[in-house]
């Protein structure tokens, strides 16, 4: 008997009208899917810790002039400096560099490496929250010699493509830098014990953990250089020559105004970063956007289809009631067609981004050496949730429009 219903129901629909749906459907639900996967996928490159995009991070310095150089004039912000700069509406974080208090003199080669160096150099440290490389490494233990150091990106460069190249040298990979021990000699303005009238000295093993891409400067943890300061300089308190802060917009005309007022500077990666981070969010919610009104269009063409089809058949479903079939009965044909129609569009829709992330990962990979794909699940529930919805109110519209029908003859 159902068979029946269903051929009689079916002699008057229109197979290009349900084509052009399942089409305009299948782009908006595949913009939809694709733009919430694309951006799941970004997330990490804009907001991980080790993001070379993470946005609203800005490093500030006092401006040196000449006369401040023969005056002697300190380039350190004052804690007044600071307070100031905390009570600014565009600030919403504020982290300080902590200087090392103590010389130190670093010696690499040996091993892996074909020749050895020694430099003086210098450690600073900052919040872990303001960093931008993976932390599972940097950890430090009191108990323990070896200290955890993350290096400017451009060192790295600038040896590989400046200094080696030029004196015929191999160029090395962040991994095999990661590898090499790098010897510390740390010397403080406090005295040994045994020898009064020599500076202390403390030996350590440090190995590099990480490039930043942000943060120019020689990095060591927060506890490493608080433990070594009050070891090596004890008494003197450290007065950070540089401040990151975490505004919400880096292109607020105030931040500019009142660094400008101040005789501030700041490096300009930061704004260009953050710049770049707003607007991929904004292209990437306008394309979801976009991608949304065109599967509500697309429903409602599905939708009318229907009540036309439905219009249709109206003669030939009052009968159908008048002989006894259900009302529900009558409306099943047309609930299995949306649902069978949804779940072509979803399938498509999955096809669809299977094949963009094919395309898109593989740029992702060369952007970023550390990319990793989130999992494909979330966006998969998420089209589920949106074909049950559909199905939802298609069942509720059709199973409306027959009844209505039915009421006639009530």
């Known amino acids: 008997m159902n068979h029946l219903v269903n051929k009689l129901l079916r002699r008057h629909i229109n197979a290009w009208q349900l084509a052009g749906f399942v089409l305009a459907n299948l782009c908006g639900m595949a913009i939809v899917l694709t733009a919430v996967q694309f ?83 210098f450690f600073e440290a900052v919040d872990d929250k303001f960093l931008d490389v993976d932390l599972k490494d940097w950890t430090y233990d009191p108990d323990k010699p070896d200290v955890p150091i993350i290096l400017p990106r451009t060192y790295l460069n600038l040896y590989n493509f400046g200094f080696a190249s030029s004196q015929g040298l191999p160029t090395v990979s962040e991994d095999l830098v990661g590898a090499i021990s790098i010897n510390l000699r740390l010397t403080g303005t406090a005295t040994q014990t045994a020898h009064p009238r020599m500076p202390q000295v403390l030996l350590k093993t440090g190995h590099v953990v990480g490039f930043s891409r942000r943060l120019n400067t020689i990095l060591v943890p927060q506890t490493f250089m608080d433990d070594m300061n009050s070891q090596l300089a004890p008494g003197v308190e450290p007065q950070p020559a540089r401040l990151i802060l975490h505004v919400a917009n880096p292109a607020d005309e105030r931040i500019a105004e009142y660094l400008e007022k101040k005789g501030y500077d700041t490096e300009a990666a930061d704004t260009d970063a953050s710049r770049a981070a707003s607007l991929m969010k904004m292209i990437t919610t306008v394309v979801l956007a976009v991608g949304l009104i065109i599967s509500i269009l697309a429903f409602y063409v599905l939708l009318l289809s229907i009540f036309l089809l439905l219009q249709k058949h ?96 009530e």
């Open 39 to 121: 951006f799941s996928d970004l997330k990490p490159l804009l907001t991980g810790n080790d993001s070379f995009m993470r946005p609203g991070h800005i490093v500030i310095t006092k401006r040196v002039s000449t006369v401040g150089t023969f005056t002697g004039a300190s380039a350190a912000f004052t804690d007044k400096d600071i307070e100031e700069l905390e009570e600014q509406p565009f600030v919403q974080q504020l982290g300080r560099y902590t200087p090392s208090l103590y010389s130190v003199f670093a010696t690499i080669g040996g091993g892996a490496l074909p020749m050895r160096f020694s430099t003086e150099m």
């Open 314 to 409: 109206t003669e030939k479903i009052d009968n159908l009631l008048l002989i006894g079939y259900t009302p529900g009965s009558v409306a099943r044909p047309f609930h299995l067609l949306t649902i069978v129609l949804n779940v072509v569009v979803l399938i498509g829709a999955i096809v669809a981004i299977i094949l963009i992330r094919a395309w898109y990962l593989p740029l992702f990979g060369e952007l970023y050496a550390r990319f990793e794909p989130t999992a494909f699940l979330p966006t998969l529930l998420i089209g589920l949730a949106i074909l049950m919805l559909v199905s939802i109110i298609n069942y509720v519209a059709i199973t409306s429009k027959v009844k209505a029908i039915w009421h006639i003859h």
